[in-house]
């Protein structure tokens, strides 16, 4: 009995040092607020990389696709450079045509030569004056020169030659005609230029 009331009363005993003691309560309580604020910031880490993942893959999807939008205008862009020349070429065939019939006009059977001649050479005007005009629509014109001062952005000079009628350094005669791309030269013209006077 004794040992027994002696077990109750050391109990009794250090659970009122317990009360005594100052700051035990409280320090559960302060570890119980750090383990909260701990799973809470443990809660915010896990967000943000959940949020940075997400970001990243996004971002690679985006890299992907710009990628390959990339190729598809490269792939594009040769087909069109490959291809640039399509409209011009089909009018230049109806070209090809007209000297086929004017030839096949020429040739005739039972046809006279002189006659045949004649409408060989009216199928060739027809055939120039064609072309002259697909070649307008495409925005190549013929450079003016006989007659005009020598430039020789324009003009390459083969020889020179005295004229009582055409001024020095103007064009004398075209050998070969001069032709521009829109406002660029595509090839120049081939001329004889005046020196002046014989004297």
Do not use: C
Request: charged letters at 30%.
């Amino acid at each position: 009995m004794s040992e027994e009331k002696s077990r109750e009363e050391v109990l009794e005993d250090v659970g009122s040092v317990g009360e005594d003691m100052p700051g035990v309560g409280e320090v559960a309580e302060g570890a119980s607020e750090e383990a909260m604020e701990e799973s809470t910031i443990e809660k915010q880490l896990d967000d943000a990389l959940a949020d940075a993942a997400e970001q990243k893959d996004q971002m690679m999807r985006i890299a992907a696709e710009f990628e390959n939008y990339k190729k598809r205008m490269i792939r594009e862009k040769s087909m069109a450079m490959k291809y640039s020349g399509e409209p011009i070429f089909r009018d230049i065939l109806a070209t090809v045509d007209n000297l086929e019939r004017a030839i096949a006009q020429g040739q005739a059977e039972g046809v006279e030569p002189e006659q045949g001649l004649a409408s060989l050479l009216e199928g060739v005007q027809l055939t120039l004056k064609s072309l002259m005009a697909t070649l307008e629509k495409f925005e190549v014109t013929p450079i003016s020169s006989v007659g005009e001062a020598f430039d020789p952005t324009n003009h390459e000079a083969l020889t020179m030659e005295p004229s009582d009628t055409v001024p020095a350094n103007h064009i004398l005669n075209e050998f070969e005609k001069g032709y521009q791309y829109k406002d660029r030269l595509l090839r120049a013209a081939k001329v004889i230029v005046s020196a002046g006077d014989k004297e």
